[in-house]
């Protein structure tokens, strides 16, 4: 029996779909709820909500600050997927032409941080970005070499060496994002490149046309689908990203997460915090909504 | 330069992929204006030949001229050639405008003159009108077309075709090789194809080189290939064929014999220029061996045949048959144990009756139909 079948076979089907439809909803659609509920309360008291159907939550979360760090938000997690994009692509490119024997290793090289925890790996970066970190050590090497070999031509030695602030501002957001978001970019750039028919490429060459046209003519636009689902599998987790921020950024680096994070906690505002968090879930309904109306009209179109 | 030079020569080509050798010191030159065709089984490196004109592979050793210029280095952007692939490339996201004029949009090529030719293009490959279809609303044989417009219309000194209607049905496929000689006579660019299909290759060709292994079994035109063909690969290959291993027992230069363990004494009326007792193979097909009612032979033999009684001869019992429509093929065991295949034509309705399983049968054929191969 097959599970198209489900409407002759009505019992097994519901059998086997109760347990994750109750898993869902239980833990899902349940918390998704009260949280939404919350959102339109009020604190009635230092662990109590009341539920009066307010709108002050969306009011003060529309307010010109927040919708700044909003904005913000969104800027960040747009050049985090850009710079992704411009990444990723050419890795993707070279793993699919690729020796056949190295493909699987290459594959396994771009999702072995997924098996480190993601707090380790931030510290890790942190380890090698920080003031007295091995890229300022390294970057203070060469300056210092620099250094001696001006005063080995008999002119004036550099001055000494000032790290290089890398860590807690935005720079340092947007490179711990791109290091964490990258696989995310690259997986699905892979797998649509690789169902790409070679010998559309060599046709395109065949025709005259050289590598960089064969690229925007022929390559990108057959891979945009995989672009597309690149880009979106990226830009939301980008958009919502709390520990890299928090951990690697400066004051003025805080993102929406870290701000619906401190109505939870330190502001013990759960109503305003869950406000804040539907905006952010309507904002990405909406660039969901957007990608698949595109999807839907391309299949239209032909 | 006149129809009999040179458009392309190879010259002791050779391409290893690591350890193994596709092609190995290969040589031949393609005539201009010819239906020039690579046939071999798979993995005889016709592919690795055709790709390495295209240059989408480099030799290891060698050169290849096109048109008299060395092209190494020479990237295939740059080529006279142009290549009609085995899954045809058509560009999915583009009309078969778009992909018919993709190369000339490339070379610069202005509109106006763009669209006159494509529509040109199109209407040489009889897909005049479908300018704004989308290659999935097409047919595999009109997506070739598509193809062939596209390399057709860059006006190549050579066109390349991998393995042109491998994907096509038996009768389209039939149609297509009728199409391909026509069109190629109409365009008059020397035509390069790969096939492993020998059908294919014969009613194509003005040439075939036949390949093995990396190498050219036989170069000769499709009747040569067939009726003289110079050794037991190609014999095989192309066609079917009845080998018996046997000595050269007489060769003078208007007769010679064969001594067949397995078939018999052979009898040709022409002479094999072979050592006396060398071990040779007689090559004889199916079609070429008349079957009849035992005692009937002698009579027809009788009538017009030219080699010795006990020459030319065999018997035995009909083990196997396979009735195609137009021929019947049968499977005959000869009374020595050893297997021959014979073929023969339903001339009327009811020929395929005349014999069946079991039916004792004699066999005879003419003094000029088996082939001595040396090797």
């Known amino acids: ?302 | 330069m006149s129809e009999a030079d040179p458009i392309i020569q190879i010259r002791g080509v050779t391409k290893r992929f690591g350890k193994h050798t596709a092609v190995d010191n290969v040589s031949l030159d393609i005539k201009s204006g010819e239906f020039f065709v690579l046939l071999g089984p798979s993995g005889c490196g016709k592919t690795t030949l055709l790709r390495m004109i295209a240059g989408f592979e480099l030799p290891t050793e060698g050169q290849i001229l096109i048109d008299g210029q060395d092209m190494a280095g020479i990237p295939p952007n740059k080529r006279p050639v142009n290549m009609v692939f085995q899954s045809y490339a058509v560009f999915p996201h583009m009309s078969v405008a778009e992909n018919v004029g993709y190369g000339l949009k490339i070379a610069g090529v202005g509109r106006a003159e763009r669209d006159e030719r494509v529509r040109e293009a199109l209407q040489l490959v009889s897909l005049g009108g479908f300018e704004d279809r989308k290659p999935d609303q097409m047919s595999g044989g009109q997506r070739q077309r598509v193809a062939l417009a596209r390399s057709l219309v860059m006006r190549p000194k050579v066109l390349l075709l991998d393995e042109p209607l491998s994907a096509l049905d038996a009768k389209l496929r039939a149609q297509m090789q009728f199409e391909l000689s026509d069109l190629q006579d109409k365009v008059g660019i020397t035509f390069v194809t790969v096939t492993h299909d020998q059908d294919e290759a014969l009613s194509m060709a003005s040439r075939i080189a036949v390949m093995n292994k990396g190498d050219i079994a036989q170069l000769a035109s499709p009747s040569d290939l067939y009726e003289y063909p110079a050794n037991r690969f190609v014999a095989d290959f192309v066609g079917s064929v009845n080998v018996f291993e046997g000595k050269l027992t007489l060769d003078e230069p208007d007769r010679a014999a064969v001594e067949c363990p397995g078939l018999g004494k052979v009898y040709l009326n022409h002479g094999v220029t072979g050592p006396h007792g060398a071990d040779v193979w007689i090559a004889l097909r199916p079609e070429k061996i008349y079957l009849h009612v035992p005692g009937e032979g002698k009579a027809i033999r009788a009538a017009g045949q030219d080699a010795p009684e006990d020459h030319n001869l065999a018997r035995g019992v009909i083990k196997g048959m396979s009735y195609l429509g137009d021929i019947t093929l049968y499977e005959i065991k000869l009374d020595n144990g050893a297997m021959i295949r014979v073929s023969r034509p339903n001339l009327s309705r009811h020929d395929q009756e005349h014999f069946t399983w079991d039916d004792r049968v004699s066999m005879h054929w003419r003094a000029d139909s088996p082939v001595v191969l040396l090797g």
């Open chain 1, 1 to 302: 029996m097959s599970l198209q079948d489900w409407k002759q076979h009505r019992r097994p089907f519901a059998a086997i779909a109760s347990a994750p439809l109750f898993w869902l909803v239980l833990f899902f659609l349940v918390p998704m709820g009260i949280v939404w509920l919350y959102s339109f309360g009020q604190n009635s008291g230092p662990a109590d909500i009341a539920i009066t159907g307010t709108l002050d939550n969306y009011k003060r979360a529309t307010e010109w600050l927040y919708l700044s760090i909003f904005g913000k938000s969104l800027a960040v997690a747009a050049l985090v997927t850009l710079i992704c994009l411009i990444i990723g692509f050419p890795v993707a490119m070279a793993i699919t032409f690729a020796a056949e024997k190295w493909r699987p290793w290459l594959l396994l090289a771009i999702m072995l941080p997924f098996w480190t925890n993601l707090l380790i790996r931030t510290y890790a970066l942190m380890m090698l970005m920080g003031s007295n970190g091995y890229a300022n050590r390294g970057l203070g090497a060469l300056w210092d070499g620099a250094s001696w070999l001006k005063t080995l031509v008999g002119l004036q030695p550099l001055e000494a060496w000032a790290p290089v602030p890398l860590l807690y501002n935005n720079f340092a957001v947007v490179l711990g994002l791109v290091y964490v978001h990258l696989p995310f970019m690259v997986l699905p750039l892979y797998s649509a490149l690789d169902r790409l028919d070679k010998s559309l490429i060599e046709a395109s060459l065949d025709l005259g046309a050289g590598h960089f046209r064969t690229l925007t003519k022929i390559v990108v636009p057959l891979a945009g689908p995989g672009i597309a689902a690149g880009v979106m599998i990226t830009l939301i987790p980008a958009l919502g990203a709390y520990l890299t921020p928090d951990l690697m950024g400066g004051t003025d680096s805080q993102m929406i997460a870290n701000v619906i994070e401190r109505q939870f906690k330190r502001a013990n505002d759960w109503p305003f915090g869950a406000a804040l968090s539907f905006l952010l879930i309507y904002a990405m309904f909406i660039l969901v909504a957007i990608q698949s109306l595109r999807g839907d009209r391309k299949k239209e179109a032909r």
